[in-house]
C-alpha cells in the first residue's frame, strides 16, 4: 500500500515550547491530509482535516491556534503544538487518502509521533 | 460520534479462524467499508475494504450482506503476531475530504 511517513517519530520537550509534526505522502499526492490524536488504552481522535493551499478545518474542542497546521505542498502536512503542557503529551497520528483504481480512496496512516511534555 | 460497532474485545487462540462483526446501520448509499489493523505504538494498517458481497485479499476476507448494515471482517488461522486493535470504519471514500471517524474498536487477543 502507500506510504505515508511521519517525522519525527517520538520527541521529548519541556513544557512552554512548540513542536512541529512533519506528515509526508511519499510516493503519492494529497491535496487533503488528516491529524489524528490518540491517548493510552484510546481510540484515534479527530483533530483537524488539513487542506493543500488552504486553511485547515478543526474539529469541535481542539484549539486552532494552539495546534498549528500547514499544508504547504501536496506531500506535506505539518502540525505544531504551540506552547506544550503535559496534558498535550499524547500519540499524534497522521494519514492521507490515495485514490484507488476506480476512484475510491483509501486512507493510509502514518506511523505516528510519541509526544512527551516535560 | 462513530458511525460503527463493534464489540469491546474477543479471545482466539492460535490457528483459528476469527470472524469479528461491525454493525452500520446508518451506512449511506455511497460509504465504503474499511477496516484498519493498529498495533501499540503505531499508526492504523489498512487490511480491507469493500462495498458490497464479499471482498478477499491475501490477509483477509470481508464479508458484507446485501443489506450492508453490519459486516464481518475475517482472519483466517490467526497467530500470535493478530494480537491487536482491529477498527471498522465507513466512509464516503469517492470524497477524498471526507472524515473517518473511528470507533472504539475490537481488541483481538490471540493465544498460544
Request: neutral net charge; proline residues 5%; charged residues 15%.
Amino acid at each position: 500500500g502507500a506510504v505515508v511517513s511521519q517525522h519525527p517519530s517520538w520527541v521529548i520537550c519541556k513544557s512552554g515550547t512548540s513542536v512541529k509534526i512533519e506528515c509526508r505522502s511519499l510516493d503519492f499526492q494529497a491535496t487533503t491530509m488528516f491529524w489524528y490524536r490518540q491517548f493510552p488504552k484510546q481510540s484515534l481522535m479527530l483533530m483537524a482535516t488539513s487542506n493543500e493551499g488552504s486553511k485547515a478545518t478543526y474539529e469541535q474542542g481542539v484549539e486552532k491556534d494552539k495546534f498549528l497546521i500547514n499544508h504547504a505542498s501536496l506531500t506535506l502536512s505539518t502540525l505544531t503544538v504551540t506552547s506544550a503542557h503535559p496534558e498535550d503529551s499524547s500519540f499524534y497520528i497522521c494519514s492521507a487518502p490515495q485514490i484507488a483504481g476506480g476512484a475510491v480512496d483509501t486512507q493510509y496512516f502514518g506511523p505516528g509521533t510519541r509526544l512527551t511534555v516535560l | 460520534l462513530a458511525k460503527t460497532t463493534q464489540p469491546i474485545s474477543m479471545d482466539s487462540y492460535e490457528g483459528q479462524e476469527v470472524n469479528i462483526t461491525c454493525s452500520h446501520n446508518n451506512i449511506a448509499t455511497n460509504d465504503y467499508i474499511t477496516w484498519y489493523q493498529q498495533f501499540p505504538s503505531q499508526g492504523p494498517r489498512f487490511i480491507i475494504q469493500g462495498y458490497k458481497t464479499k471482498v478477499t485479499n491475501e490477509v483477509a476476507s470481508l464479508f458484507i450482506p446485501a443489506d450492508r448494515k453490519s459486516s464481518t471482517l475475517s482472519l483466517p488461522r490467526v497467530s500470535l503476531s493478530d494480537t491487536a486493535v482491529y477498527y471498522c470504519l465507513v466512509g464516503d471514500l469517492m470524497d477524498s475530504s471526507y472524515k473517518l471517524i473511528f470507533g472504539s474498536g475490537t481488541r483481538l487477543l490471540v493465544r498460544p
